[in-house]
Structure formats: structure tokens, C-alpha cells
């Protein structure tokens, strides 16, 4: 083979292997929305990279703003989820200090913001104790009623803590000395430097907190303020009436595992019907996912499941009674949760072999029927009405992928 022969395999090669670190760096942006030179020294150069192509794509399919710093890659993304599901999901995909950690209550919610606030005034290093005490006088402010902290337990101080590793995580604090298991036992302190830059795209809103507090009035509600701070910018033109529809339904794919056509307002519908070949089709080839096609709605469908804190199908005991669980409701159609729990009880039984000891206890399966409703529910397959064991659950169109079938087999004519 000639050397003219061989350049466009060359060529084709490099082309392939730039697409890949492309997708890479989409994914893991996805995943978590800030790279660092430090942490994710491989990643954050690729992303420095193929900076303007992301910026770009990003700007063009969902209307996010990847910020790319020296130091940092943040991509600022903006989304509330709207209908039944998508809240659902929402609800069952809490923060995390760290992988493995008790999820995020609204105190901590409440600590995180309280933190960052105090950050944004602090000096360039700080201390976990100086941090903590500034915090509870921030939640003296007028303003604040209803929120009391005085982090003197030590469930508090625990609270407090997984806000700091959630900062540690994405850069906005570096740890210098010290650590925070110390503070927790009320024995010891920590030393961070507050890196800056990290720290002031921390906030990704649409509009501006102040601009938005001004127009919404006196006491707002928690969903007008958030509704407020993503809402849009209006659209003068059918140009740009069509790009907010693609950003919306973008969006919408990427954040949501599944979503379904009866829950969208009739303009997202009709663009989603009509353009799902095409934006599917883009999406997938940028980050890799797999278009499902139905029906009843659309999915992107990870293969590697990494762009999920929550995988079905999953190991151990939890993974096996969700999945069995599924089945039957994808089969038998709406059940109340007195009757799941009845049928994990025998499962129990039946897979007592496989499933650990503790599973046949009594009461246990209240907790097993729990956490996989929990997680079908957080994966848009089912939804939950009611509370307790009367509660209905109902199948999702969804949950059908995970139905099975007996096996037919047929006879191989002889030649």
C-alpha cells in the first residue's frame, strides 16, 4: 500500500479518536459538572482541548455555558423538572458529600447554601471551626426564621460536614491540613484554601438571585423563585422560538431518564414528535447514549451505566427483589404496597439461598419493597399514589422493557 493510500486511514483514525475524547469529556461533564487540573488531569485536557466544539454543542442542543478556566471546566446547567415524573425522579436523586454517604435533607441543602455564602466573604483560607461558627451566625439574619443551627450535636456537625466534602468535591475548597472526621467527634479543625473561581459558578441560574427577589414581591414560594431563576428569556422571533423548544426537550433527554409525551405542555409535544429522529440522532452521537424509541415517550439509554446514580438492574438482595418486582407490575398492573410486601415475603423464602439472612426477619420486607419502589420510582418506570400500605402503585410504559416472556422454541426442519 502506497503512502497516498494510506492517509485517509490516517486520517479517519485521528478523526475517530478525537470524537471519542469528545464524548469522554461530554459524559463526564454530565456526570459532574466541574473538572479540575488536579483531580481530573487527563479529562480537564481534553476538555481544554476540544473546548470551543463542546462550547459550541452545548450552546447549540441544551443553551448551557461551559466555562472554561485555567484551572477549572464548569458547566453551568439549568433545568426543573415539570410533570408528574420528571418530579418524581427528581425527588429520589438527592446530593451526596460523597459516593456512599446518608443523601442530602433540607438542612444540609440549607447548610450548603449558608456556606457558600459565607465563602464568598471569607478570606482566602479558612477553618472548618471558623467556618461553622460563621455559619450560625448567618442563620441569625433576618430572613432566616424557621432555620435554627447551632451546630452543638454531633448530627449537626455531620450535616455540616457533608456540605464541606460536597465543596471538597468540586474544587470550591482544597484541604490543607486537618480533617473533617475530627470536627465531627468535637476534638478537631480543618484547614482549607477557598479557591474563588470555582466558587462563583457554584450558582447556575438563568437570572440573577437579586433581579428576580425584586420582581417576585414579598414572601415567594420555593417553586416561584425556582421557576423564576431558570425561566427563559422570551423569544421574539420563530428562530428563537424553535431553539428554546430544542433547548427544553434537550435538556429534558439528558436530565430525565424517560420522558413521556402525555407530560409535556403540547408545544415541547409537538417538537419532540416531529424532531425526535434528528435530535435523538444528535444526541446519541455526542454522548453516546442509546435512543429508545416508543410510543409513549423516549429514552437515552446508557449502555455502560455511568450516567446514573441508580442502576437497574442492580447486585445483592435489593437488586434482585426490584427486579422481580418489576416484573410482576409490569404483568399484573397497578398494586397496592401491602400486596408487594406479601409477594417479597415469599420471594424471601423462595430465594433464601441467594438473598441475605437478614431478608426472612419479620418486617424486612417493608424495607425491601421501600428501597425498589424507591428506585423505580427514580427511574421514571412507576409511579406512587398515597402513602404507607395503601398506597397504589401504579406501572409506567417504561417498565415494560423489564417484562419477560416465556422462551419459544421451535423445532429445526432437517435438510
Known amino acids: 500500500m502506497s503512502r497516498v493510500d494510506l492517509a485517509p486511514n490516517i486520517s479517519g483514525a485521528l478523526n475517530a479518536r478525537e470524537a471519542e475524547g469528545r ?19 487527563e479529562l480537564f485536557r481534553l476538555a481544554r482541548r476540544h473546548a470551543d466544539t463542546l462550547r459550541g454543542w452545548f450552546d447549540r442542543e441544551t443553551g448551557w455555558r461551559l466555562v472554561v478556566e485555567s484551572q477549572t471546566v464548569r458547566l453551568l446547567t439549568s433545568y426543573v423538572p415539570q410533570g408528574p415524573t420528571a418530579i418524581a425522579v427528581a425527588g429520589r436523586h438527592p446530593a451526596r458529600g460523597r459516593r456512599g454517604d446518608p443523601p442530602f435533607t433540607r438542612r444540609r441543602y440549607v447548610l450548603l447554601c449558608l456556606a457558600l455564602a459565607v465563602l464568598e466573604r471569607s478570606d482566602p483560607q479558612i477553618s472548618l471551626g471558623r467556618l461553622a461558627e460563621d455559619v450560625v451566625l448567618a442563620a441569625r439574619q433576618p430572613g432566616m426564621d424557621g432555620v435554627v443551627f447551632t451546630l452543638s450535636g454531633r448530627e449537626e456537625r455531620s450535616d455540616l460536614v457533608a456540605a464541606i466534602r460536597l465543596l471538597l468535591g468540586h474544587g470550591v475548597l482544597v484541604r490543607v491540613a486537618g480533617d473533617e472526621e475530627s470536627y465531627v467527634s468535637a476534638g478537631g479543625d480543618a484547614l482549607y484554601d477557598v479557591d474563588r473561581r470555582v466558587l462563583a459558578t457554584m450558582l447556575s441560574t438563568t437570572h440573577g438571585p437579586g433581579l428576580v427577589g425584586a420582581a417576585l414581591g414579598p414572601a ?51 417538537y ?51 427486579l422481580l418486582l418489576a416484573e410482576q407490575l409490569a404483568t399484573s398492573g397497578a398494586t397496592d404496597v401491602a400486596t408487594l410486601r406479601l409477594r417479597v415475603r415469599r420471594l424471601a423464602k423462595d430465594h433464601a439461598a441467594f438473598w441475605r439472612k437478614t431478608a426472612q426477619e419479620p418486617g424486612a420486607e417493608n424495607a425491601i419493597v421501600t428501597d425498589a419502589l424507591d ?39 432437517a435438510r
Open 23 to 41: 464524548t469522554r469529556v461530554l459524559r463526564a461533564l454530565l456526570v459532574r459538572p466541574v473538572l479540575r487540573a488536579q483531580a481530573d488531569g
Open 272 to 322: 419532540l414528535v416531529g424532531q425526535r429522529v434528528q435530535l435523538t440522532r444528535r444526541l446519541a452521537e455526542a454522548t453516546g447514549l442509546i435512543p429508545e424509541l416508543r410510543a409513549e415517550g423516549v429514552a437515552l439509554v446508557d449502555p455502560d451505566d455511568q450516567l446514573t446514580d441508580v442502576r437497574m438492574p442492580e447486585q445483592g438482595t435489593g437488586g434482585h427483589a426490584t
Open 220 to 270: 415567594p414560594s420555593i417553586g416561584q423563585v425556582e421557576e423564576a431563576l431558570h425561566e427563559p428569556p422570551p423569544a421574539y422571533t420563530d428562530e428563537e422560538s424553535t431553539r428554546r423548544l430544542r433547548h427544553a426537550v434537550s435538556r429534558r433527554l439528558l436530565c430525565d431518564p424517560v420522558v413521556y409525551y402525555d407530560e409535556l405542555p403540547d408545544d415541547e409535544r409537538s
Open 375 to 413: 428506585r423505580l420510582a427514580g427511574l421514571g418506570l412507576v409511579r406512587i399514589v398515597g402513602d404507607g400500605p395503601d398506597a397504589v402503585v401504579h406501572p409506567l410504559p417504561a417498565l415494560q422493557r423489564f417484562t419477560m416472556t416465556a422462551p419459544t422454541i421451535t423445532n429445526r426442519r
